[in-house]
């Protein structure tokens, strides 16, 4: 058992269910059934909420969406259409000291890029006025109370696990006092830290959550929306249900950790009597291996420059996943394929990668590129003559067409394809052998050429030109290898890219220089692809036969000039 990995059950390639991915099947229906669908289809049979389902998606605007946050998007969007309901963009936006616009403006990005549609967007901000009425009904009523206590003494009297908590020596304030308190407290009267409002529950419940939660806090911070009108702002507990239920949401999903706060959602809505109280269901959250999936974390890896940025190729966030290549397409399948259970596991990356290797190798036109270029002059051909082959852009996809390469006396191979100390069973090019290159003729090396390093810089061959489209006479060929002209190719840069870290669970890792991985990232500047990507389309997606898939960098890349970073390798390589 690997000592990183918590004890939890994983999920491993050999048993996603194939047999769920729509992607494949082309089928665009309802996603596989789980626990959240049953509880839903029960409560449009006894028509609670009208038959209604509005769901929403409550992400805090504090930094970018993650591989995690698309499980939950792919839920809440997901349902809402299979049951010809809506669903939310809620911004929880309570902590400002944390948020932004610009991670609001790239939430929004993400979530449409991923292919969904909100009904609404709102703001917990929205409400803000709406809350302060509610907190002022719940002094009112006795039912919370201004605390002066310290943040250390309060946790003092909090309790513990196995101890009940003590009441603050404030609990009792009348509702009098606790009301211009906390009119003093939204109109600036005191300084942070001075008081809070906290709910009159019990001190003494089993449930910490349930001991006198904190309700408000002082916070005098500039607000990215509210600017300056608010000197007190919301906690999460209070403000989720409360927003929940102004919105009229059905169905609240969650992630487990909050189980534990469900009977303060279920309190205030019940003390405060809300028209409408929509039920928390929690579900597992995400665990991915070989990836850290907490804003918190993949702030520190941006803002300590182990990566360029939020949309490093190499991130698991949703911008990154896009730079990198994957597909919409791909993160909906991978949603769907380790569905939504009431168990925390693992996930393995191949599972993630699995996902979008079936979508490209459906969808991806293929083309042929030389990563690491080794000249091959095929001597017994005239300088000047070329040969234009036409190739297809896929084998079993005849409706994508077919495009046209030139074949010239001097061209590149990948190093890789040729040998002079060739492993055992080894295809491709060695001194003396032939070899098929990909749509062409059989060629033989006849001389190597070194430089005063003993450096392979050159390859002399010679070609059967009986060999075009037939086989050869008298011998078998087995390897086949690709190609491109040297004059008829252009010049690429290729980003080839490794796992960000050396560890299945790297965050349980105090210190990331000690789970990094330093080869994550491996540029090659001077690599070849035939001249019909010179001027990719960023985003462009292609096979490189026998290579990979890979995709137009949507930053880097330049007309004439392109930049190819790869999204998977063309098989799973974890199993090694
Ligand atoms: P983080 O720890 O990364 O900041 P968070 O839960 O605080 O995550 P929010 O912006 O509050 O981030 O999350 C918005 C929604 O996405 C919540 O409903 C949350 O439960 C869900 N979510 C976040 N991370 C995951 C995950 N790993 N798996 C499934 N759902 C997730
Ligand atoms: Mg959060």
């Not at 349930?210 to 806090?217: C, Q, V």
């Not at 209070?238 to 279920?266: A, K, N, Q, V």
């Not at 060695?430 to 098929?436: L, N, S």
Request: with cysteine; glycine share 6%.
């Amino acid at each position: 058992m690997d000592p990183f990995i918590p004890a939890q059950p994983r999920m491993q390639l050999g048993r996603v269910n194939k047999t769920m991915s729509k992607s494949e099947s082309g089928d665009t229906g309802t996603a596989p059934s789980n626990f959240i669908r049953t509880i839903i289809e029960k409560d449009i049979a006894a028509d609670k909420h009208q038959g209604r389902v509005l769901t929403r998606f409550p992400p805090e605007p504090n930094g970018y969406l993650h591989i995690g946050h698309a499980k939950s998007i792919c839920l809440n969007f997901g349902v809402a259409a299979d049951y010809n309901g809506l669903c939310n963009l809620r911004f929880d936006d309570t902590n400002p000291e944390k948020e932004s616009v610009e991670y609001m403006d790239a939430i929004k990005a993400d979530v449409e890029w991923l292919g969904f549609k909100w009904a609404e967007q709102r703001h917990a901000s929205d409400y803000f006025q709406q809350l302060y009425d509610y907190a002022v009904q719940l002094v009112q009523a006795g039912k919370a109370y201004v605390d002066s206590s310290s943040a250390e003494e309060m946790r003092e009297m909090r309790g513990s696990l196995t101890e009940p908590g003590v009441e603050s020596p404030y609990r009792n304030r009348s509702p009098e006092e606790n009301l211009r308190l906390l009119e003093g407290m939204k109109n600036g009267d005191f300084e942070e830290g001075e008081h809070v409002l906290r709910a009159k529950i019990d001190m003494a419940s089993g449930n910490i959550n349930m001991r006198d939660p904190t309700l408000y806090r002082i916070r005098k911070t500039h607000h990215f929306r509210t600017g300056d009108a608010w000197n007190i702002y919301p906690m999460y507990d209070y403000t989720h249900c409360l927003s929940d239920s102004i919105e009229g949401i059905t169905h609240s999903l969650c992630t487990l950790e909050f189980e534990d706060h469900r009977p303060l959602y279920d309190w205030v809505l019940d003390t405060l009597q809300t028209p409408c109280h929509p039920q928390q269901i929690e579900f597992a959250r995400l665990s991915l291996e070989y990836t850290v999936l907490s804003k918190r974390k993949l702030i520190q890896l941006v803002e300590q420059q182990f990566v360029s940025g939020w949309d490093d190729p190499r991130m698991p966030t949703i911008t990154g996943l896009r730079r990198r290549g994957y597909t919409p397409a791909a993160i909906r399948d991978f949603c769907d394929r380790i569905g939504i259970t009431k168990n925390d596991a693992w996930i393995e990356m191949a599972v993630l990668e699995t996902c979008v290797r079936d979508d490209l190798n459906a969808t991806s036109e293929r083309r042929l590129a030389v990563l690491d270029p080794i000249k091959l002059v095929v001597t017994d051909m005239a300088e000047s003559e070329t040969l234009n082959l036409d190739f297809s852009n896929h084998p079993q996809r005849p409706e994508l067409g077919t495009r046209q390469m030139l074949f010239s006396r001097e061209i590149y191979i990948d190093r890789d394809d040729f040998s002079e100390n060739p492993p055992p069973k080894y295809q491709r090019l060695i001194p003396g052998g032939e070899v098929r290159l990909r749509g062409c003729y059989v060629i033989k090396c006849e001389k190597v050429i070194k430089d005063d390093q003993g450096k392979v810089i050159e390859l002399h061959c010679s070609h059967d030109p009986a060999t075009l489209g037939k086989k050869p006479e008298g011998r078998k060929v087995k390897g086949v290898i690709h190609w491109v002209s040297a004059e008829h190719s252009v010049e690429a840069e290729v980003r080839l890219y490794e796992p960000l870290f050396t560890q299945p669970n790297p965050a349980a890792s105090e210190n990331f220089e000690e789970v990094i991985n330093p080869d994550s990232l491996q540029v090659l500047v001077n690599s070849r692809v035939e001249a019909s990507l010179a001027n990719s389309e960023p985003e462009a997606r292609y096979q490189f036969e026998r290579t990979g898939y890979f995709v137009v960098d949507r930053v880097d890349s330049k007309p004439g000039r392109p930049v190819f970073n790869r999204t998977v390798t063309l098989r799973d390589t974890w199993s090694k």
